[in-house]
């Protein structure tokens, strides 16, 4: 059985003995029947892990006491998201928790020319790379950027290799033609397909324009294949 692991934004290295959170607490006791003296893992998504045993069960402030630190460094390779909102939220929140699970770096959520979408909810996006984070085992949580514009996106993302996945007739690199480096930005757009105008601003802004096969994909599913060909590990 493998150690239930957990996600406390305020743990920090150095600590002797820490009181889960509330909603941590009643996982932790009432979900997942942890007793004292039970182990734990626990992450601040900042890419601390600290080993621990329980101490004091108690549904609403459970205190641990942590036995061992570890620090472990952030992955080699840094991926930026720039993906669109869709309006179908269910199928974005997997999109989200499919690429945490992958281990992308950052997801900026855009506003294209043609994005058609509802209110974004940002806390409970949050809590889905949350979630995936600790279902993956992962140290570092992925920063969720707050929805920008595409021109934004454009003007304020910097990467060394800079990609956008696009379905119009022009010259494009296969994706699996493409060799990853340690810092990209990847564009998906919506699925009415970024505008002529968008791709070429971003041509104009150095990003090189991919096709990811002969089939037209949804927006969640062309970021998905496109984080598992550019993903390095």
């Known amino acids: 059985m493998s150690v239930p692991y957990f996600y406390e934004p305020l743990v920090a290295p150095g600590l002797t003995h820490f009181t889960l ?16 003296g039970d182990r734990l893992d626990i992450t601040n998504g900042k890419g601390d892990l600290l080993e621990a045993t329980i101490q004091s069960a108690d549904k609403k402030n459970t205190v641990v006491k942590v036995q061992q ?36 770096t950052q997801i900026v959520p855009l506003i294209c020319h043609r994005t058609i979408h509802e209110r974004f909810k940002m806390e409970r996006m949050q809590g889905i790379l949350q979630s995936a984070m600790i279902q993956s085992q992962q140290v570092w949580l992925p920063q969720l950027s707050v929805p920008q514009s595409f021109h934004h996106f ?80």
């Open 154 to 233: 454009l003007q304020n993302t910097q990467a060394t290799q800079k990609l956008i996945a696009h379905c119009e007739e022009s010259d494009k690199v296969n994706i699996k033609n493409i060799t990853p480096s340690s810092d990209l930005a990847l564009l998906i757009g919506p699925e009415g397909d970024f505008t002529p105008d968008e791709i070429q601003a971003a041509i104009l802004a150095q990003y090189i324009p991919i096709h990811l096969g002969p089939t037209r994909l949804r927006t969640e599913t062309a970021g998905i294949f496109a984080l598992s060909v550019l993903k390095i590990f």
């Open 69 to 104: 630190q570890k620090s472990i460094t952030a992955p080699a390779q840094k991926i930026i998201l720039g993906i669109s909102v869709l309006k179908n939220a269910t199928r974005l929140e997997w999109l989200f928790e499919k690429a945490t699970e992958m281990g992308v």
């Open 21 to 36: 959170s509330e909603e941590s607490s009643k996982h932790a006791i009432q979900v997942l029947r942890l007793q004292e």
